[in-house]
């Protein structure tokens, strides 16, 4: 939610503070794109701001109509609204006297401090409790006179989850930040500092990053970075090398970054692979600091994740338990932690989440170890704030993922899981070497047969295209192709704004084939035939029970699949693959089929309405 990003340069002041702001605005404004604003402290002593309702474009076009005046220093916003609407007056910054400030993050105490304010003559203009913090600062300054000293005042008074950014008019060199359970990460330049959410914000001028640690004040200025705690104990961020560049965060020729993310699949499957074995082939996850003891000794495994990440938990799930003979539960982050989970030092958490900030799954990880469990993070972004609070962590090797319907972060997920799995069945002894050697093998291939699904995937767009009225479509799949059938429903749920339903396929003769009336399009993700045959032939009873009833049935099946031809309106053809692999090849038509479809909507596929990539909010 919201994307924030501060610079400061050593130079005159000129354009640059702008050009690296809004360029960070670009690169963040998936994270919430209800209103956009920067606030640049001029070389005049003087503070200007511009801020605009809905997307950046509004801000642009705003600030081109009205240039600002040159700067040294910057802070930009891009929102997800959380207090008050999506108006100009609630677009941050928020300014009071001399201060201009920016948040991230729910401040929960912000009524009775706005009551304080209000009492003390304050004359606030917006709805929103980022303002009430602009206010608090302004008043802490005046009496401290030290933007880094009155910041650590303010945030020991607030309650709730934030990340600050702020400027003062009386200091041209200089941003402070501050973050309590929301995301903050500095870039080191050679004469110039920045802050962002997260280091996308300032990917086009370094990838020097440093990581921050919870509940710490940073103040940068073009030569310096001071990081202490909230109570001004001096402190130390971790400093790291980003492993990726802007590049990888661009288009690149796709017409949205969906489209783009799909396609880069095989590589985010290849790159989560790769150099996971020694000399001897044996499963090696170097990042993976855990005691084995611990490892062995699990009696259960808890998987708790959000969306799309959840998904892939379902995955693991079923390659777990199927090969290390451990119960695995899969719960929605939220969820667990409010139902008292039985949560033992043999329970291990295995946490995933794409971008290691989504405030739910961050709680429930906090939960877990507080109750004695170990938790082990899977992720796709370093030094983010699940990992680093994790007892252990699994990088997956997707890349950025800019788009906010998640793709190829999944694959990636679905991949860790694996090599989880396999892992612990080496460590536990569940299989031998070369059983496991063999199911790697298979992973392997598993990149070429992705980019196979996506070469052969004209007819799923035509279909798409074709469909691009329909206003309902239910998803259909048995063992690992329930989860899959979430994600479809998902995906076109989400960028597509339709409604889509997924059932586990036994279980619509319980209620949902209710649903089915004639045309109702419905896609059904039929197992292999080779796999265990009753699966295969439980399914296509289910295709046959729904024809029965009129669905255009859009099946998605592997090569050689003969047999579901005659109840298939149409056919998608997979690459063969074992059964348990099979979700990395048979949820891409669907993702394909959902952006394709909304793409034919004329909808902003990369960001639909309501949602932004991280919830860093509960
Ligand atoms: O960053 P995370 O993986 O923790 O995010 C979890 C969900 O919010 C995310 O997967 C969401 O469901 C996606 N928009 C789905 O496409």
Not at 294 to 313: F, Q
Not at 507 to 527: C, D, N, R, T, Y
Request: with cysteine; charged share 25%.
């Amino acid at each position: 939610m919201c994307g924030i990003v501060g610079y400061v340069g050593d130079h005159q002041p000129d354009a640059r503070p702008l050009e690296v702001v809004l360029e960070g605005l670009r690169r963040l404004e998936y994270r919430g794109y209800d209103s956009a604003g920067v606030a640049l402290v001029t070389g005049a002593g003087g503070l200007a701001t511009a801020k605009k309702a809905g997307k950046l474009a509004n801000l642009v076009a705003e600030l081109d109509a009205r240039p600002l005046p040159g700067a040294t220093a910057g802070i930009g916003h891009t929102r997800w609204a959380t207090h008050g609407g999506p108006t100009d007056v609630n677009a941050h910054p928020h300014v009071a006297g001399g201060v201009a400030l920016i948040h991230n993050g729910i401040v929960e105490n912000f009524a009775v401090l706005k009551e304080e304010l209000l009492a003390d003559g304050a004359e606030l203009l917006s709805e929103t409790d980022t303002e009430v913090v602009a206010h608090l600062l302004q008043r802490a300054y005046a009496e401290v006179k030290d933007l880094g000293e009155a910041m650590r005042l303010v945030v020991r008074r607030l309650h709730g989850t934030f990340t600050l950014l702020a400027v003062h008019e009386d200091h041209p060199d200089t941003v402070v930040g501050a973050r309590h359970d929301s995301p903050l990460v500095v870039g080191l330049g050679d004469g110039a500092n920045y802050l962002g959410s997260d280091v996308a914000a300032f990917i086009a001028e370094t990838r020097r990053a440093l990581e921050l640690a919870q509940d710490q004040v940073v103040v940068i200025t073009p030569r310096s970075v001071t990081v202490t705690d909230f109570d001004g104990n001096p402190a130390e961020g971790r400093e790291y090398t980003i492993d990726w560049d802007a590049a990888a965060a661009e288009k690149g020729g796709f017409r949205s970054f969906m489209e783009k993310e799909i396609a880069d699949q095989p590589q985010a499957v290849q790159d989560t692979l790769l150099g996971r074995t020694d000399t001897h082939g044996r499963l090696v996850l170097d990042d993976l600091k855990i005691d084995e003891s611990v490892l062995r000794a699990a009696d259960k495994i808890i998987v708790i994740a959000c969306g799309t990440a959840a998904y892939s938990g379902h995955v693991a799930k079923y390659a777990i338990e199927h090969w290390c003979r451990i119960p695995v539960e899969v719960e929605l982050a939220h969820e667990f932690r409010y139902r008292d989970p039985i949560l033992t030092e043999r329970t291990l958490v295995v946490a995933i989440s794409q971008s290691g900030e989504t405030m739910d799954t961050l709680m429930a990880v906090r939960h877990a170890r507080e109750q004695g469990a170990k938790v082990l993070a899977i992720c796709n972004t370093h030094g983010s704030t699940i990992p680093r609070e994790s007892d252990a962590v699994l990088y997956t090797h997707a890349g950025p993922e800019v788009a906010v319907a998640s793709t190829k972060a999944f694959l990636a997920q679905i991949t860790a899981a694996y090599l989880l799995g396999l892992y612990l069945a080496q460590l536990r002894g569940n299989k031998f070497a070369d059983e496991i050697a063999e199911i790697l093998d298979d992973l392997r291939a598993m990149p070429e047969k992705i980019q196979e699904v996506l070469d052969r995937s004209g007819r799923v767009r035509e279909i798409a295209r074709w469909m691009a009225d329909t206003s309902s479509v239910l998803f259909l799949g048995r063992h690992v192709g329930f989860p899959v059938a979430l994600e479809g429903a998902l995906k076109l749920k989400e960028i597509a704004y339709i409604h889509a339903e997924g059932f586990a396929a036994g279980e619509l003769k319980h209620g949902p084939i209710a649903l089915i009336e004639p045309g109702q399009p419905v896609f059904v993700i039929v197992p292999s035939p080779r796999g265990r045959d009753s699966l295969h032939s439980k399914v296509v009873s289910n295709i046959q029970e729904i024809r029965a009833r009129g669905a255009r049935t859009l099946v998605i099946a592997e090569d050689g699949d003969e047999a579901v031809k005659a109840y298939a309106d149409e056919v998608f053809f997979v690459p063969q693959s074992p059964t348990l692999l099979a979700p990395l090849l048979s949820v891409v038509p669907l993702q394909i089929f959902a952006c394709e479809l909304a793409t034919a909507r004329g909808l902003d596929v990369d960001q639909p309405r309501n949602l932004a990539k991280s919830v860093t909010v509960e």
